[in-house]
């Protein structure tokens, strides 16, 4: 505790951010069949839970862009590519603006889902490929669904930890994490409030 989060991704000059708003179509990892979908659901990444902020935070009016990121909000969907939204964004007096629920999660440090990654020698060896694999997840996540963020990533005793706006990005960066990087993954719903702990591990050097 007490230690300083990097990365928030409320900051428009946030490589994640910059990388959302640059992302094309064709960059996008194909997404899995729908059977392993319907799998990771059952196994508990409560696909129905929402990040908080969203539930329980303030009404938008429609059209807003948010002032951090430049999301946009229309038919009650916030989008970060604007080629999928009918009018212009820049150009139309009606745009209100106002601060999207990722932002003030990453401008609050308020998180709902945490990553903590146990990987001792493997990890110190790997980590800027291990970092670049969670920034891709994120981005990938983001371009469709801007809620989903990373609000930081720091160090911890024997590891790194990353915190997310949703339960379902945690659960989806350790997952790829086991995919890229072997190892395991565990997760820990909190009863109270819905919080995601998922611990990735690998204990050789690789």
């Not at 194909?30 to 908080?52: H, N, T, Y």
């Not at 038919?75 to 009918?86: A, F, N, Y």
């Not at 009863?191 to 050789?204: I, K, P, Q, V």
């Amino acid at each position: 505790s007490g230690q300083r989060l990097h990365g928030a991704d409320g900051d428009p000059g946030c490589p994640q951010v910059r990388a959302m708003k640059t992302l094309r179509r064709s960059d996008l990892v194909r997404a899995p069949k729908r059977g392993i979908v319907r799998s990771l659901v059952r196994k508990g990444s409560r696909d129905d839970r929402g990040p908080g902020v969203v539930r329980t935070g303030p009404s938008y009016p429609d059209p807003a862009r948010c002032t951090r990121c430049s999301a946009v909000y229309h038919h009650k969907t916030w989008r970060l590519d604007e080629r999928r939204i009918p009018f212009d964004v820049q150009g139309d007096p009606h745009v209100a603006e106002a601060m999207c629920p990722a932002c003030l999660q990453a401008r609050d440090r308020e998180y709902y889902g945490r990553v903590l990654l146990r990987a001792g020698r493997f990890l110190s060896s790997h980590e800027h490929e291990i970092r670049a694999r969670i920034e891709n997840v994120a981005v990938r996540a983001a371009s469709t669904q801007p809620e989903r963020r990373i609000v930081g990533i720091a160090r911890r005793s024997g590891g790194l930890e990353v915190r997310t706006t949703s339960q379902k990005l945690a659960h989806r960066i350790a997952h790829e994490l086991v995919k890229a990087f072997h190892g395991r993954a565990t997760y820990d719903w909190s009863d109270r409030n819905g919080e995601l702990l998922a611990t990735w591990s690998r204990n050789d050097a690789g």
